[in-house]
């Protein structure tokens, strides 16, 4: 299969790519800058600039794009950037894909959306079905899936991924907590009750391949675990699997002063479950948050 992928070069993207080509199929990268090898393609998203060409030549495409949630202290300028950076990418592939002959336009579109739709959840499960909730990333995933529409409305089939937390050492939400957890400095965040949708780095890129190869699957898809934990439970496992204490709590009013607005979404709590993939008949290779946890600490 010829794959065309925007956001390459992230935490997911690079992972991604390399498990696609391995698995024998053609990829392009969508990069800003000039090309440097043969695989990539120029764009400019913000600016809505994407040779139809690039995207005609592929049988799928995959919208990773994003600006990372966790990166930096939000601000005003910071939040806008992380609305834009996954509207203009995934409005931009849209409308180039929908502007296509019939023909020459990809099957399938798999856009990047995240578990932030829901907004807090309490201790109350949802599946995919569940309405949008409140709050700013609920507003960003709002629009960021609604920009798929224009592929959607020209028959191609868009599949939103609304992905939950991959777990790996090496990014996401496990990297900055290995440090003060191996320092012996870490604890739960604010109560603690606050429910985690964790998925395994393994299980995220096999049901992403899944969902690639499934026609049958359209609409949005959770890629999340089996069994959502607190971030109390969270907090025990990863101690006790880096045989650690994590008896420092660390208050609410102390994580809004350093992570400024995003202190709310790490408060957040999100129960979500994986309706669509269960119902299709994926396996997980590592259906509990232990064996999730130990395959991240000890992966290549």
Not at 44 to 72: F, H, M, T, W, Y
Not at 73 to 88: G, H, T
Not at 185 to 192: H, P, T
Request: a positive charge; aromatic letters at 6%; one cysteine or more.
């Amino acid at each position: 299969m010829r794959i065309l992928i925007a956001g390459a070069s992230g935490f997911l993207g690079t992972r991604l790519v390399d498990r696609l080509t391995a698995d024998g199929h053609q990829v392009t990268r969508l990069v800003r800058r000039p090309p440097r090898t043969a695989d990539e393609r120029q764009w400019n998203p913000s600016a809505a600039q994407l040779d139809p060409a690039v995207v005609a030549e592929a049988d799928a495409v995959v919208n990773l794009a994003g600006a990372g949630v966790g990166d930096k202290r939000w601000n005003d300028e910071y939040r806008q950037l992380i609305r834009s950076s996954r509207v203009d990418t995934t409005t931009t592939l849209a409308i180039t894909i929908a502007g296509l002959p019939e023909v020459d336009r990809p099957r399938t579109l798999l856009n990047s959306s995240a578990v932030g739709w829901y907004g807090n959840t309490g201790d109350r499960t949802v599946e995919e079905d569940a309405p949008a909730g409140e709050g700013f990333l609920a507003d960003v995933c709002r629009v960021w899936e609604a920009a798929t529409r224009p592929a959607e409305d020209a028959g191609v089939r868009v599949v939103r991924l609304r992905i939950g937390l991959p777990l790996h050492r090496d990014g996401g939400l496990l990297k900055p907590q290995l440090l003060p957890f191996r320092l012996g400095i870490a604890g739960r965040l604010g109560s603690g009750r606050q429910w985690l949708p964790w998925i395994s780095m393994a299980d995220w890129l096999d049901a992403t391949r899944f969902v690639l190869d499934r026609d049958d699957l359209v609409g949005p898809v959770n890629l999340v675990g089996p069994a959502p934990v607190t971030n109390a439970e969270f907090t025990r496992e990863l101690a006790r699997q880096l045989r650690r204490p994590a008896i420092i709590p660390i208050p609410a009013l102390a994580l809004k002063v350093v992570l400024g607005g995003f202190a709310h979404e790490a408060l957040t709590s999100t129960r979500v479950l994986p309706g669509v993939l269960t119902g299709a008949g994926f396996t997980y290779r590592h259906p509990t948050l232990a064996t999730a946890l130990h395959a991240a600490l000890t992966a290549p």
